[in-house]
């Protein structure tokens, strides 16, 4: 029910209401918040915060001190607290303030982060917060509100900066690719040439909620929803891209994938980046009784997956998926599919993800000439961290 309450307010006004008390925080890797990691010799602990649309993190990092190249993940918290639909009526496209309810449900988990990141012996040393606080018009209240309450001061990342940071994290700084971040509000697109000093980024405020509110859900049919998206989403990209100076397109971003000079893989990060190999291999469906429809069941089948390690990129979240498998998934979506994944609870804990996130990629494996996907772990905070550890 809470999270039915949540998500019904992407499509309702968001007038200040009273907020249902979010479901507690849930962590990965180390789900046992009671017991600190355990890093290993020479190690350095690291806890990066980021306050997204959907869901608030906890980012605890550790790496050898001086080298990017050996970060590692040690936990993953997360907080649903829905703060992109409480700010944002997706089909009104009308902004208005974080209510008083949802700002303390934020002070007491940045609060039980840092208790966390302090058991774990780390230092928070980012904090960053996505398109909600963008949008939210009373956003400098709420920043010096948490700051006063909890001694964190959180930035507001701008377009260019959250894009730098997803491809930073998910690239390791590493030139000639192309990373993907699927926020719920927003997702951005990053890529750098190689041989090249400069990022290149766009950000499309379009995530998956405020597109399957307005394409998906409404659609008579699964087919109808993924044209209707499709169309939009792509007109919206090159709309982004017709605005960067040099203006460039899909179509050149192709060439260049086809000339060598960004690679053929198109990299996904994080969570929202993970619920495709699921989605598209099944692992959400729960036997022959429909899909996942458990928070609980979701982050077990989330934290579950055997992580591949390739000497190209790390630490991979899954086995990189290739179009076919896109292709096959998005056929064997049937009506009781459909309807499953936009009806609570599962639309709420991964339904509109599980939709939309996928006809994203494959529609971006498309158009770039991409061969595959590339899952990693990693999250946008890995890229605030290591930011911030250099200084900037």
């Not at 948490?146 to 701008?158: P, R, W």
Request: hydrophobic content about 40%; some cysteine; charged content about 25%.
């Amino acid at each position: 029910m809470k999270h039915a309450v949540v998500a019904m307010l992407s499509a309702a006004s968001i007038a200040p209401v009273a907020a249902d008390e979010p479901r507690p925080t849930s962590c990965l890797i180390q789900p046992d918040r009671t017991v600190a990691v355990k890093p290993g010799p020479g190690r350095v602990v690291y806890c990066g915060i980021d306050l997204g649309s959907r869901t608030a993190k906890l980012s605890v990092l550790s790496m050898m001190k001086g080298r990017n190249a050996s970060v590692r993940d040690e936990r993953l918290c997360k907080r649903t607290l829905g703060m992109g639909a409480l700010v944002f009526d997706s089909k009104t496209r009308t902004a208005g303030p974080l209510p008083e309810p949802a700002l303390g449900h934020l002070i007491d988990t940045v609060r039980e982060f840092q208790k966390i990141c302090a058991l774990d012996g780390g230092t928070i040393v980012a904090a960053g917060a996505t398109q909600w606080a963008r949008d939210a018009t009373n956003i400098a209240d709420v920043v010096a509100r948490v700051k006063g309450e909890t001694g964190v001061a959180f930035d507001v990342l701008s377009r260019s900066q959250e894009a730098e940071y997803s491809y930073s994290a998910a690239s390791l700084n590493t030139a000639g690719r192309f990373v993907l971040d699927s926020g719920s509000n927003s997702f951005e697109l990053a890529w750098q040439q190689k041989g090249a000093t400069e990022m290149a980024s766009i950000t499309v405020e379009y995530g998956y909620v405020r597109a399957a509110t307005n394409d998906l859900e409404p659609a008579a049919d699964f087919s109808r929803g993924r044209e209707a998206y499709q169309t939009r989403v792509r007109d919206l990209i090159e709309q982004d891209l017709a605005k960067l100076t040099p203006p460039t397109s899909l179509a050149r971003l192709r060439a260049l994938v086809g000339q060598g000079k960004l690679g053929a893989d198109l990299i996904a990060l994080g969570e929202d980046g993970a619920v495709v190999p699921l989605a598209v291999r099944g692992v959400l469906r729960n036997g022959t009784r429909g899909w996942v429809s458990d928070a609980k069941k979701y982050d077990e089948v989330l934290g579950g997956q055997p992580r591949k390690h390739d000497p190209s990129f790390g630490v991979m979240t899954a086995v990189p998926v290739r179009p076919a498998e896109l292709t096959a998934y998005l056929r064997t979506i049937r009506p009781a599919d459909f309807d499953t994944l936009k009806t609570d609870p599962v639309r709420g804990i991964y339904g509109q993800k599980a939709l939309v996130v996928p006809l994203l990629v494959d529609l971006l494996l498309r158009e770039l000439g991409a061969t595959r996907l590339v899952i990693v772990p990693q999250e946008i905070t890995t890229g605030h961290v290591l930011r911030k550890l250099a200084g900037g």
